[in-house]
């Protein structure tokens, strides 16, 4: 199973970016998608999730801005990040728990990371 990640990248203050990451491989059954962020010395924190069925949790710090949502056809979670500001500032990961099988316990996988620097 692969999680790949892209959108990232360098933007102002106030600015836009959108993150998109497509699941491949082994896949029977997709449950939760999410995105986390690790700023340099600190923890990693989730910052939004999307379960298979019901609503979308954000974090506080993100409530208002950002938008995820998934395509369930492509395997593909997006997140929509508006106003953004410095303290944005991360390495975003997609995160995926799944199952590979009928048998097999659901398992977390995770993405590389894409680099969001918010700066002017």
């Known amino acids: 199973v692969q999680l790949v990640e892209s959108g990232g990248g360098l933007v102002q203050p106030g600015g836009s970016l959108r993150l998109s990451c497509a699941a491949s491989g082994s896949i029977f059954s997709l449950y939760a998608m999410g995105w986390y962020r690790q700023a340099p010395g600190k923890q990693r924190e989730l910052v939004a999730a999307?379960?298979?069925?019901?609503?979308?949790n954000y974090a506080d710090s993100v409530k208002g801005r950002f938008t995820i949502s998934r395509d369930s056809a492509k395997n593909t979670v997006y997140l929509q990040m508006n106003s953004l500001k410095p303290e944005d500032t991360a390495v975003y990961y997609c995160n995926a728990d799944l199952k590979t099988t009928g048998w097999a316990k659901r398992t977390s996988y995770w993405g590389q990371g894409t680099q969001v620097t918010v700066s002017s």
């Open positions: 999307a379960p298979s069925g019901g609503s979308p």
